[in-house]
């Protein structure tokens, strides 16, 4: 026990001495699938303090905290295990729950954001002059973006990479609609500017509030795919602190019985969660 205690002290000091180092160029050139997936899901979150290799290393301190813990409290190994890789996934459900709740705030506040793009149009600014006061007086949650957007066209002078710029910010589907429609409507000019940006923001006004409604509609069927497969973990919590029931399954017949309550329960999730929750949107105009 005194070994095991060791390594994972070692490992975990180890990771958060590493989660502290800033990867260089090549390394992120080169970064793999779970890097750059996890740099993905922090950009919808809007985190940007965090680095992928800190995330992953989170996951991997808090996976490994888990099973310590429930290692120790059921003296079980399947029942360690299968609470480790649940502690593990947590920061990733976090993060994916913040990122839920960021998307659909934009969702909310875009019609707002095209309506004093609109406006500052009409009184005669230029799109980019337009856009950068959106960082001034536009909804406080979309500021700070497009105050870094008006600080980068000012000292580049380069809209395009401006915008682009402004979308790695966002990294939001409907922002990449917004930012691709106002980026045609510069390049192509004329008078009907003004025309599109109200079409635009008529249109996500209507998108916003026909997915609002399917969303509460359907909220009770997600939350009730948590409750059912949440109910028998707790119910194995419950069971590690009582040492004559929960050795029985630090067996292999205990082990497979485990293992195949987990891999029937995220069966169950993933197909109650397609069945019951609207598809994400994906961003397809990076």
Known sequence: ???L???VFGVGLLLIIAAFVAPSEAEAAAEGRLRGRSRALLARAGIEGLTPGAFIGACIVTGLAGFLLMFLV??????????GLMAGWMPIALVRSRARRRLAEFRELWPDVVDNVASAVRAG????????????RGPPRLREPFRRFGADYASTGRFAES??????RLADPVGDRVVEALRI???VGGGDLGRLLRSLSTFLRDEARTRSELESRQSWSVNGARVAV????LVLA???FQGDVIKRYNTPVGAVVIGAGAAVCIVAYRLMLRIGRLPEPERVLR
């Open 1 to 3: 026990m005194g070994m």
């Open 5 to 7: 205690l060791g390594l």
């Open 74 to 83: 059921s003296g079980a190994l399947p029942v360690g295990v299968v609470f």
């Open 125 to 136: 600014l230029s799109l980019s002059e337009a856009l950068a006061q959106v960082g001034e």
């Open 163 to 168: 915008l682009d710029r402004l979308k790695a």
């Open 185 to 187: 409507a510069r390049e």
């Open 230 to 233: 949440a109910a028998p973990w």
């Open 238 to 240: 419950m069971l590690s």
